[in-house]
C-alpha cells in the first residue's frame, strides 16, 4: 500500500501537505474525500485510528451544526456524522503502510519522517 493523502481539492492544508510530501520525494496519492473515497469503508478504520480528533471542530461545517448533531461527534453516532458531512473530517487523513494520520502538524510531519 502506497501513502494516500485523503482531502478536499480547494482545502489549503491539504495542498500544502501534497506540496511538501513531494518536495520531500514521496508521492502521494490524492484522493478527494467528497469525490472519490469510499468513507463507508475508510470511516471505521480512521475511527479506530484517531476516534472524535478526526472532527475539524474549527470548520464552518461544525459551526453551522445543531447542538443535537453536535453532540453526535463522539462515541457510535459519529460514522453517521462523518458520512452524512465529511466536510467534517479533519483534513488531511494520511494512509502509510504503518499508520492513519490525521490533520498536517508537527506530529504528523516527524511521523512521516
Known amino acids: 500500500m502506497s501513502t494516500k493523502l485523503f482531502g478536499l481539492k480547494n482545502c489549503d492544508t491539504?495542498?500544502?501537505?501534497?506540496?511538501?510530501?513531494?518536495?520531500?520525494?514521496?508521492?502521494p496519492e490524492f484522493v478527494d474525500i467528497r469525490a472519490e473515497?469510499?468513507?463507508k469503508t475508510l470511516l471505521p478504520r480512521w475511527i479506530a485510528a484517531a476516534g472524535d480528533k478526526?472532527?475539524?471542530?474549527?470548520?464552518?461545517?461544525?459551526?453551522?451544526?445543531?447542538?443535537e448533531d453536535k453532540a453526535r461527534a463522539?462515541?457510535?453516532s459519529l460514522e453517521g456524522l462523518?458520512?452524512?458531512?465529511p466536510t467534517l473530517i479533519k483534513r488531511p487523513v494520511i494512509e502509510t503502510e504503518r499508520e492513519i494520520l490525521v490533520?498536517?502538524?508537527?506530529?504528523?510531519?516527524?511521523?512521516?519522517g
Open 74 to 76: 463522539s462515541g457510535s
Open 37 to 39: 473515497a469510499d468513507l
Open 82 to 85: 462523518l458520512l452524512g458531512n
Open 14 to 27: 491539504c495542498k500544502r501537505a501534497l506540496k511538501e510530501l513531494e518536495a520531500s520525494g514521496a508521492a
Open 54 to 67: 478526526l472532527v475539524n471542530r474549527s470548520s464552518t461545517t461544525w459551526r453551522g451544526l445543531s447542538e
Open 103 to 112: 490533520g498536517w502538524t508537527a506530529e504528523t510531519k516527524a511521523r512521516l
